[in-house]
């Protein structure tokens, strides 16, 4: 019994919020890295069992992709002290990530702050400490969000990048 639930909490884990999925072999794989000796056929028993406690749903596409139809759940729950973290790291980590890692987190960062509105004490904590910048305050250069979703996904997949810039007031780019 016990070696099935944590079959079936990793399985859990390994789902995608939609519109992302999940096919059978893939799940299959992370099972059986995580050390679980399971069949295709147990997994997909087990993901019929889960579809009816949680909201996850398989799509009619050949393979069968499966994915969260709501929010996962947080296994285990966030504490108020992890919440407080993961709410400071989304306030000042955000501009260095990429997009698509920022909206698979959202559902986290929505969680963590849930969490810290229903604890009073550390829930007010974002608003009594702030972090001040040592020197001058500089205005951020205006980003072309897409250029830098181009650049983060480049990073992410370790490829090299061919940009060519113009300085302020040039006009001719250079390499």
Partial sequence: MLNTTLRQIEILKTLPRFPRRIAVTGILARLREAGHDVTVRTV????????????????????????????????P?????AAL???LAHSFLSPLMPKATLSALEPHFEAAQAVLNASPRLGRWTN????????????PPKIDEEVQNVVYEALFHERQLRIHYCRKGETEAKE
Avoid: M
């Fill in 128 to 139: 009594k400490v702030r972090v001040l910048p040592r020197g001058f305050h500089l205005n």
């Fill in 77 to 81: 729950a966030l504490d108020p002290q």
């Fill in 44 to 75: 997909q028993r087990d993901l019929l069992t889960l579809s009816e406690v949680f909201s996850i749903t398989g799509d009619e596409q050949k393979p069968q992709g499966w994915s969260w139809a709501g929010d996962p759940i947080q296994i």
């Fill in 85 to 87: 973290a993961l709410t």
